[in-house]
């Protein structure tokens, strides 16, 4: 079976040449989620070598009614780099991008290491600010056919995000889990949901991940950026194309192509 390294090349290719690729598993069906994870750090690797930085993790498949729908039993996670944050105003770069989607989410900044075994609570106080946010994902496969490891190796489509500008603490916010949101793409509404669906609430997804992680030999440390995971379907993000999230209590934020 072709290997972490050469799964994570063809990746790297794909994302640089804006060229996509078939899923793995469509030649390797048996490609295990072990072997996928060391393909996303060797991914991920390939921009670190390029200079960015790793300023945390997002969450993938939080929602209960989309792992049934794919058939999967648990989360997944991947890493976000310097190079992914939309700076204040710019448009996202398109012509960058393959197939970009953009997704509503509730964003954590981490102001302490959480404790491990991580819990709700200790998540909870682990919490310095809470942020309004858009994902900006983009699988580079060439169509949506792909399985669990692909998406894993894919670092879960990990591409661009933008945090809204208010930053609240976790007693200023309320609980995460009541907090709703209204996703807007070019003015129309075309989904509503509030925190509860991730996991039951943001902060279990973060716990999740911490423990997960912890049982790679990885963590998350002091001062990440997590995305505890999408809380309505994706939308297509083309060009002149306006997506907004309006959150309770974190104000809102947008992106547009």
């Not at 890493?79 to 964003?107: C, F, K, N, R, S």
Request: glycine content about 12%; proline content about 5%; hydrophobic content about 45%.
């Amino acid at each position: 079976m072709t290997g972490p390294r050469q799964l994570a090349d063809a990746l790297i290719v794909a994302e640089r040449e804006r060229k996509p690729i078939a899923a793995f598993t469509d030649a390797y069906p048996f490609l295990d989620v072990g072997r996928a994870y060391e393909a996303q750090r060797l991914f991920i690797g390939d921009r670190v070598d390029g200079g960015e930085q790793v300023i945390g993790a997002k969450l993938g498949m939080t929602s209960r009614i989309k792992r049934a729908m794919l058939g999967v039993g648990q989360p997944v996670s991947g890493w976000l780099t310097a190079g992914m944050v939309m700076p204040y105003g710019q448009p996202v770069p398109l012509d960058q991008l393959i197939h970009p989607q953009a997704e509503p989410e509730i964003a954590v900044l981490l102001g302490e290491e959480p404790a491990c075994p991580a819990t709700v609570v200790s998540v909870l106080s682990a919490i310095e600010a809470v942020f309004a946010a858009i994902e900006v994902i983009d699988s580079r496969f060439e169509d949506f056919r792909y399985r669990l490891p692909d998406v894993i190796a894919d670092n879960v489509g990990a591409a661009r995000l933008a945090l809204g500008s208010r930053a609240c603490t976790v007693s200023e916010a309320g609980d995460l889990r009541l907090i709703g949101c209204v996703f807007r793409s070019r003015g129309e509404v075309v989904g509503t949901a509030a925190g509860a669906v991730v996991m039951g609430h943001p902060a279990a997804a973060v716990a999740w991940l911490v423990n997960a992680l912890a049982a790679r030999g990885e963590r998350l440390h002091a001062g990440s950026i997590v995305l505890t995971g999408g809380l309505t379907a994706p939308v297509a993000l083309g060009r002149g194309g306006t997506v907004t999230a309006e959150f309770d209590g974190l104000g809102s934020v947008e992106v547009y192509g």
